[in-house]
């Protein structure tokens, strides 16, 4: 697997190491998180999104954060990471 630095921009100071969750062999059957941070049209691309997972087999479930500025509230987080196998964030503009 590759080394990849991601950088959270929450606090970039000091960087967190975190190992990448390993990418499943199919879609199918699995739950995907839809989350919309609220920019504009953000909603627009979840739909393309949406569309080509079912497609894909896959089920999807519908989040919004309540405003784009601010990090998500702790229990919208808990819900998509006990509800869903994987999630697709909208930073649509």
């Known amino acids: 697997m590759s080394t990849m630095t991601v950088l959270d921009p929450t606090d970039e100071t000091t960087p967190v190491a975190r190992e990448r969750t390993a990418r499943p ?46 990090p998500a509230p702790t229990d919208l987080r808990h819900e998509i990471a006990t509800s869903c196998d994987a999630v697709i964030e909208a930073l649509a503009d």
Do not use: C, Q, W, Y
Request: net charge positive; charged share 30%; glycine share 8%.
């Open 25 to 70: 062999e199919s879609l199918a059957g699995l739950t995907i998180g839809l989350l919309d941070i609220s920019k504009p049209r953000g909603n627009v691309f979840l739909d393309r999104v949406e569309e080509r997972l079912t497609e894909l087999g896959a089920s999807t479930r519908r989040f919004t954060k309540p405003t784009f500025s601010k």
